[in-house]
């Protein structure tokens, strides 16, 4: 009998001991910050923000120095082609030989002109086999400068559009973040609720299994009715399904959790109830500041009205005369041996203007400039409009917050006085002298109070959690929230 009694002990510890260490309690900041990491939605961010990175790179590259090798290598050739000859006749004549060539280009862009300055250096060799001839020619050097004339100069436009693109991506990566942080204290709440209908499922369930086993003994000795007894058994039977209901939810909750905040395992996860910020304290006002300084809607607000003025200049810079000036100097020369090319090369130049001068397009160039001038307008206005739509979301989340922290205090309350009603609602069927009616709205209102505390204080963390991702502030320490 000891054995048995010893090993039912060691089943019973044993097994607890086993869940525990099986069990795995988590805070909401852990839970966030596990998302932030985990998730498929952070490493999505974390993808796009090196793709914004490597585009940017792309852009600075514009304006750097460019350097490049071209060339033919071999340049062999072994046909039959046409020769006119000298009397209007054609002859097909055997062609072989061999016409390879390097050039080293380089090339800088001028971004306030638009132009672009360049050198080069040429060295080609022809290599005539049927007459065993090889001849070279060659530009040691050669510097030039091509400049577009009344363009449009889209090096000065993206100039100053690009970086305000790589600041609002750098901004919308921490946009990003703090959304995760909104989606996951979602799931976190639905099993937080979960895990609290489960425990007061439980309790319920237990607690009509004890006052089902006294009415008993009352009805035994004829102090309540059978139908009262009734009541009882189907209230047990509803505790039961229950518990059974609030098991399924906490197991769809807590798939829906790991799934979202990346948790790998098949550890327990049991939350702890989030306590509520009291001392922080949000100011309109703050938050207003903060947003204008950190949002990339605050960035894309001037972006926006920069790209529409880069439309008008390139509608007007498209029309009418256009005309492109180039010039270049330099040195070239030829012979039959390669040091020919670099022995007293001749120097050469040239200058060529290329314009073009509509006569007639039948109001095509000033429709172009007058829609661009319309949209310029229209995106003035709608960039004012979701202004004012971003200003008023943000001062309503404040108020929202506020009204949170205010309601958080009222269900913390309702829930004690709840708590308080019910425990004497039970002592008091016990001794008789309450119906079960009345038992039974003490247990609803109990249960009703728990609940609501719960979902007071998943508003409040989700109007905190959205008011850090429209400021892009740490109200809680006091700081501009970053990420490397």
């Known amino acids: 009998m000891k054995k048995f009694l010893a090993f039912g002990l060691f089943m019973i510890f044993g097994l607890n001991t086993y869940a525990a260490?099986?069990?795995?309690?988590?805070?909401?900041?852990?839970?966030?910050?596990?998302?932030?990491?985990?998730?498929?939605?952070?490493?999505?961010?974390?993808?796009?923000?090196?793709?914004?990175?490597?585009?940017?790179?792309?852009?600075?590259?514009?304006?750097?120095?460019?350097?490049s090798l071209q060339g033919i290598l071999p340049g062999y050739?072994?046909?039959?082609?046409?020769?006119?000859?000298p009397n209007g006749t054609i002859l097909f004549q055997p062609v072989h030989n061999d016409n390879s060539s390097l050039t080293l280009n380089f090339t800088q862009s001028?971004?306030?002109?638009?132009?672009?300055?360049?050198?080069t250096t040429q060295l080609q060799r022809f290599d005539d086999f049927d007459r065993n001839n090889v001849l070279y020619n060659g530009i040691p050097y050669g510097i030039g400068y091509t400049q577009p004339l009344l363009q449009f100069n889209s090096l000065k436009w993206d100039k100053k559009i690009e970086p305000l693109k790589y600041d609002e991506s750098k901004?919308?990566?921490?946009?990003?973040?703090?959304?995760?942080?909104?989606?996951?204290?979602?799931?976190?709440?639905?099993?937080?609720?979960?895990?609290?209908?489960?425990?007061?499922?439980?309790?319920?369930f237990?607690?009509?299994?004890?006052?089902?086993?006294?009415a008993n003994t009352k009805f035994e000795l004829g102090k309540i009715s059978k139908n009262e007894i009734l009541q009882l058994q189907l209230e047990v039977l509803n505790a039961q399904k229950a518990v059974g209901t609030a098991k399924r939810d906490?197991?769809?909750?807590?798939?829906?959790?790991?799934?979202?905040?990346?948790?790998?395992?098949?550890?327990?996860?049991?939350?702890?109830?989030?306590a509520v910020?009291?001392?922080?304290?949000?100011?309109?006002?703050?938050?207003?500041?903060?947003?204008?300084e950190n949002r990339s809607d605050a960035i894309a607000f001037v972006r926006r009205l920069a790209e529409a003025k880069r439309d008008v200049a390139k509608a007007k810079g498209e029309n009418g005369l256009t005309a492109t000036l180039r010039a270049n100097l330099g040195y070239s020369s030829a012979g039959p041996n390669i040091f020919d090319v670099y022995r007293s090369p001749k120097n050469q130049q040239a200058v060529e203007l290329q314009f073009a001068i509509p006569i007639m397009d039948w109001g095509r160039s000033?429709?172009?400039?007058?829609?661009?001038?319309?949209?310029?307008?229209?995106?003035?206005?709608?960039?004012?409009?979701?202004?004012?739509?971003?200003?008023?979301?943000?001062?309503?989340?404040?108020?929202?917050?506020?009204?949170?922290?205010?309601?958080?205090?009222?269900?913390?309350?309702a829930e004690k006085i709840a708590a308080e009603k019910y425990k004497i609602a039970s002592e008091r069927y016990v001794l008789g002298n309450l119906s079960i009616t009345d038992l039974s709205i003490a247990f609803q209102e109990n249960d009703r109070a728990k609940r609501d505390y719960v979902s007071s204080l998943r508003d409040f963390w989700a109007a905190y959690y959205q008011l850090r991702y429209l400021s892009l502030y740490d109200f809680e320490n006091n700081k501009k929230i970053t990420y490397s």
């Open 171 to 204: 901004q919308a990566f921490i946009e990003t973040q703090e959304k995760i942080a909104i989606t996951v204290t979602e799931y976190f709440f639905d099993l937080l609720l979960a895990q609290v209908n489960l425990n007061i499922s439980e309790t319920n």
């Open 77 to 85: 050739t072994k046909t039959y082609t046409q020769v006119q000859q």
């Open 21 to 67: 260490l099986d069990t795995i309690r988590l805070t909401l900041p852990e839970v966030v910050a596990m998302a932030k990491s985990n998730s498929i939605a952070a490493k999505q961010a974390i993808t796009v923000k090196e793709t914004k990175y490597w585009e940017w790179r792309t852009f600075k590259s514009n304006y750097q120095p460019q350097l």
């Open 250 to 274: 906490v197991e769809i909750a807590t798939l829906n959790l790991r799934s979202y905040a990346g948790i790998e395992g098949d550890d327990k996860i049991k939350l702890n109830m989030p």
């Open 366 to 413: 000033k429709s172009r400039t007058k829609t661009a001038l319309a949209n310029e307008q229209f995106t003035t206005y709608a960039v004012e409009q979701d202004k004012q739509t971003f200003k008023q979301q943000i001062i309503t989340q404040v108020t929202l917050f506020n009204m949170m922290k205010e309601q958080i205090l009222l269900t913390d309350a």
């Open 277 to 292: 910020v009291q001392q922080m304290t949000v100011a309109a006002d703050k938050v207003l500041k903060e947003a204008f």
């Open 110 to 119: 001028i971004a306030a002109t638009g132009g672009t300055i360049y050198g």
């Open 206 to 214: 237990a607690n009509t299994q004890r006052i089902l086993t006294i």
